[in-house]
């Protein structure tokens, strides 16, 4: 969750507070957490579960992912397309648990927290706060097992998800971003391909010698080109640089 305008007061909780949680088989609820959600993926949520899939980008778009655009910033917001069952449930999930555990995306990672990130009140430095999602019928919260906020990101494999999707800051709040105006048909080309679309942004950044006219090094070049996080990355850079001219 991002936000432009100074966070919420309420209900805040930083690294150094604690929580109750645990989750496992034995509970009741253990997987009904895992269905009728509204989950957004993020730029690397994508590039994790179409490489644990082992899908072209385009593939895992079509099968998996639902495009909406966020009424107030007028982004894009790529969410996971839910079974077309009673439930709602998650395409991942089985009786078992999560078949993608390892890849799953942040918002996963994160529960039973909830994390919004953006600008701080003189909007100069960033800020970010977590919060306890409220849900009755999870038993996990009854558990005797205690965390700090930052135990339970590092135990979660959070953090590297967390760095490279607050990268998108650099676009909600670019400098030349006019607040309010809704991105044009080129600018949501751009976003859509770059952030969510690896496979085709590596062929535009191949066909347009794109990495070669960045001055960029060839080493660098070499793992931009063999690694989709290092390709992320110089997209999420290099829209940073043209996305609002």
Not at 125 to 134: A, I, N, T, V, W
Request: aromatic content about 10%; overall charge neutral; some cysteine.
């Amino acid at each position: 969750m991002l936000f432009d305008s100074s966070a919420p007061q309420q209900r805040r909780y930083t690294l150094e507070d604690r929580f109750t949680f645990a989750c496992h088989k034995d509970l009741r609820c253990f997987n009904a957490c895992c269905r009728n959600k509204h989950l957004p993926l993020s730029p690397y949520d994508v590039l994790r579960l179409k490489k644990a899939l082992r899908l072209h980008s385009d593939t895992f778009l079509v099968e998996y992912a639902v495009y909406a655009l966020d009424p107030v910033s007028g982004f894009p917001i790529i969410s996971l397309k839910m079974r077309d069952d009673e439930g709602k449930t998650c395409p991942f999930v089985s009786s078992e648990g999560c078949g993608v555990y390892h890849d799953r995306p942040t918002a996963c990672r994160l529960f039973p927290l909830g994390r919004a990130s953006g600008v701080g009140e003189s909007r100069d430095k960033r800020d970010q706060f977590f919060f306890l999602q409220e849900l009755p019928d999870c038993l996990g919260g009854r558990e005797d097992k205690t965390w700090l906020v930052k135990e339970w990101l590092k135990d979660q494999g959070v953090l590297p998800y967390m760095a490279i999707n607050d990268r998108m800051l650099d676009l909600l709040f670019h400098p030349k971003r006019e607040r309010g105006k809704p991105l044009d048909d080129r600018q949501l080309q751009m976003l859509i391909v770059a952030c969510y679309n690896l496979d085709a942004f590596r062929e535009f950044v191949s066909e347009t010698k794109l990495l070669i006219s960045s001055g960029i090094d060839e080493e660098t070049r070499s793992r931009i080109g063999r690694e989709d996080t290092a390709l992320l990355m110089f997209g999420l850079a290099y829209l940073t640089e043209t996305l609002f001219p």
